[in-house]
């Protein structure tokens, strides 16, 4: 499952460029991409009927949801400058901001594979940008800017998602995000496409990389853990990397490659620390 979500979430940026030939504006596309998806959310909420978090809970959840715009918006505007590969592969540096956001707030102690996590993150978003011209920059800007704010996101769930259902969670921080692109798109003014087939192109960009992945997400999450979903989500970029070259007639040239290969790289390391620490701490534990 947490494989078939990293293979459908890998199918975002060219479902989007698709939606973007078609006439799509990017707003008016995030609007329906999300109002769509919370929809189907909701009506499998209905049916599985979680537990909805209390009011203090419920505030959490909505700045999650706005620092989920802000990542989508970004993600979506860098498309439109840089190659979709490229996005996907700077997206891929949250895990390293997110070590660093742990140590800043939440004092977590560091070892060697985590700074060496960070130095090959790093390293490898120095080769991604270097190989780019100078018309880039703005892409590039939007694309370290979708990794901030994933990363925001990610640090501010620390402390928000305990003990809260999983589909409840995602049905308000989706719907947050699809409230806040349609005020947008009213006040921008609507984008539809002008060619029909973009409708199709944006129902799959609701359905496939937004709800299958996202439920799929959440089913595999509860049955392999967090470590080994972290782990399988390098399959990813990847898949959008190849998708890329196969559809949209992308070239990764070799430097871009081993920039993305080191930031994958330091994906793996810190999913097999965090899996050395859970199984230290369960070792060390008195069983009971």
Known sequence: MVLVSSLAFGTL?????????????QITLLMVRFGVATALLAALAVWKRPKWPDKRQFKGLLLMGGFYVGQSFTFFAALKYIPASMVSLLLYLYPAIVTLGSIVFFHERMSMPKWLALGLAFGGSVLIVGVSTAGN???IAFGVGTALF?????????????GIDAMASSLVVL???????????????????????GWIWAVLLAVVPTFI?????????ERVGPVVTSTLAAVEPLATATLSVMF???????????GGICILSAVLIL?????????TQAVSSPTT
Not at 150 to 162: A, E, F, K, T
Not at 248 to 258: C, D, K, N
């Open 150 to 162: 994933y990363s925001s996101y990610l640090l501010l769930g620390y402390r928000v998602l305990n």
């Open 13 to 25: 940026a060219l479902f989007a460029h698709r939606s973007y030939e078609a006439g799509f504006g």
């Open 175 to 197: 719907g947050t995000a699809a409230v806040a692109y349609l005020v947008m798109a009213l006040a921008q003014g609507l984008q539809w496409p002008t060619e029909p087939v």
């Open 137 to 139: 920059a703005i892409g």
């Open 213 to 221: 992945a996202i439920s799929t997400l959440l089913a595999g999450l």
């Open 248 to 258: 949209l007639g992308e070239r990764i040239g070799v430097a871009q490659a081993f």
């Open 271 to 279: 999913a097999k620390a965090s899996a050395k620490a859970k199984l």
